[in-house]
């Protein structure tokens, strides 16, 4: 066997078809810095909901009869657990219960970027990870807001030096370093095809690390891991029956494995939220592999997990009022989960803007009260210590973040 540049390459542009196909699951994409200083101890995961969750669905307001108006078919008998007396959850979410009464779970209700009115699931994730204002052109090719943030850390551990897989998510792109990996990397040569590929390129530096550190992940990637005891019962539901979990296992297992070790950010995303129709039937699967991620990183991550804040946010809300298709539309205001042992939770924090109609945005979405990036923006200010001013201007250029929600122990 041959191998050069042009085949190796090769076997990278495979890997990445296979990723970009995959369903469920994109890159997860980490970063770290030596020692875990100067970002100190505390982890911080952030998953993009892609689609467009329905944050009314998720976290319901049961107690307002407007609520079941507005959605005749899935505003009613929806099964959801109380949190406050006011707002539920959505019973694909019970195995999070536990974390809302240890206050290990939150939500912030009503939340979105500055995008409005066009509700383009492409549009609308762009903003999302360039943590901009509409000010900034879309397709501006701006870095994303959580590389801002790694920008602004002093003695960040350069491991970045090549991408397998679907490109870096865009809100980890930029000039900071950061390290990507995808569940479907494959990369098994023989020791020999090792040797002399290493031979080939022993003077390409940049090539031949590339290449070591791809086949390294790729090691580790296929090694036997213990099962988490503690993720059931998400597994074992009846309505669970058909979707695959071992996805999610494997990605989940891989961040957290590097998160109980020098990583303190790790960042990917889930699809399947854009629900159109037939919502009732299909909101649960993204749900529960949402509910199975946050529960298997808890457990991976061990006494780590005391340290972790989990955001889960998406590109815009949907629809107050279901279609005809008993699914929703494309909206304006939605929710942001908030997870981990180190969050303040068990509360639905933000200003809740009410569904009267002439309290809606454009009289169909509900009305956004507070901006998405503020939330984060605190988690990063309490987490990592980061001047506020940085924050508002630097990291989310434009943002005002309002009063200290306190959002960390």
Request: hydrophobic letters at 45%.
């Amino acid at each position: 066997m041959t191998i050069d540049r042009r085949f190796f390459l090769r076997g990278l542009t495979a890997l990445g078809c296979s990723a970009a196909a995959h369903p469920f699951l994109t890159t997860v994409t980490l970063a770290a810095a030596g020692g875990g200083a100067p970002l100190g101890d505390h982890r911080l995961v952030v998953i993009i909901l892609r689609g467009a969750m329905d944050g009314l669905d998720v976290v319901q307001p049961l107690a307002d009869p407007l609520f079941a108006q507005a959605r005749p078919t899935l505003g009613v008998d929806t099964g959801a657990l109380d949190l406050d007396g006011y707002f539920a959850l959505n019973p694909s979410l019970k195995g999070l219960m536990a974390l809302w009464a240890k206050g290990e779970l939150g939500f912030a209700h009503a939340v979105s970027t500055p995008y409005r009115d066009k509700r383009s699931h492409f549009d609308g994730q762009d903003l999302l990870e360039a943590g901009t204002g509409t000010d900034v052109g879309l397709r501006a090719g701006h870095d994303g807001w959580l590389n801002r943030m790694l920008q602004a850390v002093p003695g960040l551990v350069a491991e970045t030096a090549f991408a397998v897989g679907r490109d870096a998510m865009p809100l980890l792109d930029g000039p900071a370093p950061v390290r990507n990996w995808t569940p479907d990397l494959k990369l098994s040569l023989s020791s020999q095809s090792q040797l002399l590929l290493d031979h080939v390129y022993h003077e390409d530096a940049l090539f031949r690390d590339s290449a070591q550190e791809a086949m390294e992940l790729a090691a580790e990637a296929d090694r036997p891991r213990p099962v988490a005891a503690m993720v059931e019962p998400a597994a074992t539901r009846p309505a669970e029956g058909a979707i695959k979990m071992a996805d999610v296992d494997r990605l989940v297992d891989f961040a957290a494995e590097r998160l109980r070790g020098e990583t303190r950010i790790a960042a990917f995303s889930q699809t399947g939220w854009d629900t159109h129709k037939g919502q009732r039937g299909a909101i649960p699967r993204p749900l529960l592999r949402l509910e199975r991620t946050i529960l298997r990183l808890r457990d991976q991550l061990g006494p780590d997990w005391g340290k972790t804040t989990v955001l889960a946010m998406t590109e815009f809300g949907r629809t107050v009022r279901e279609n005809g298709s008993r699914g929703t539309d494309h909206g304006t205001g939605g929710v942001m989960l908030m997870a981990g042992g180190a969050i303040r939770g068990g509360r639905v924090l933000g200003r809740w803007p009410g569904l009267a109609e002439a309290d809606l945005y454009d009289r169909r979405d509900l009305m956004p009260t507070s901006d998405v990036r503020a939330w984060a923006a605190w988690a990063m200010r309490d987490l990592y210590g980061f001047d506020r001013n940085l924050l508002e201007t630097k990291v989310f250029p434009g943002l005002a973040m309002g009063d200290d929600p306190k959002l960390i122990l």
